[in-house]
């Protein structure tokens, strides 16, 4: 078992930046592949970034390409988001999750069986 708990998110005008994190216990994070989705109000969940359990294969959305990007500490047990050049867009609740394996190519919240609980981003404009 897995527990994540996502932390960062807050207000930010347009044009900001943001850090989130995702620290896990439980069990060690390098064993997992790790990605981020959010969710807007009255939208469906959606995938932002993804990264691998190395570290050495990433994939992100094309609405956050050149903007975010994800990266992991495997000894600190942690995953990050850095989010530039926020956009009212991107107000949502971000979620961190993990998988034992989401195979190749963008992978889908149901690939992953962990989740944490959110932290709200919000971007005025």
């Known amino acids: 078992q897995v527990q994540l708990v996502e932390s960062g998110g807050g207000l930010v005008q347009a044009g900001g930046s943001l850090r989130l994190s995702c620290a896990a216990s439980g069990r060690t994070l390098s064993s997992y592949d790790m990605g981020w989705f959010r969710q807007a109000p009255g939208k469906e969940r959606e995938f932002v970034f993804a990264?691998?359990?190395?570290?050495?294969?990433?994939y992100y959305a094309d609405s956050v390409k050149g903007r975010f990007t994800i990266s992991r500490d495997n000894a600190k047990n942690t995953v990050y988001l850095q989010m530039n050049s926020l956009k009212p867009e991107d107000t949502a609740v971000y979620y961190c999750?993990?998988?034992?394996?989401?195979?190749?190519?963008?992978?889908?919240?149901?690939?992953?069986?962990?989740w944490g609980q959110g932290t709200q981003v919000t971007v005025s404009s």
């Open positions: 990264i691998s359990r190395s570290g050495s294969t990433t």
């Open positions: 999750a993990a998988a034992r394996s989401t195979g190749w190519g963008i992978p889908r919240s149901t690939d992953y069986e962990y």
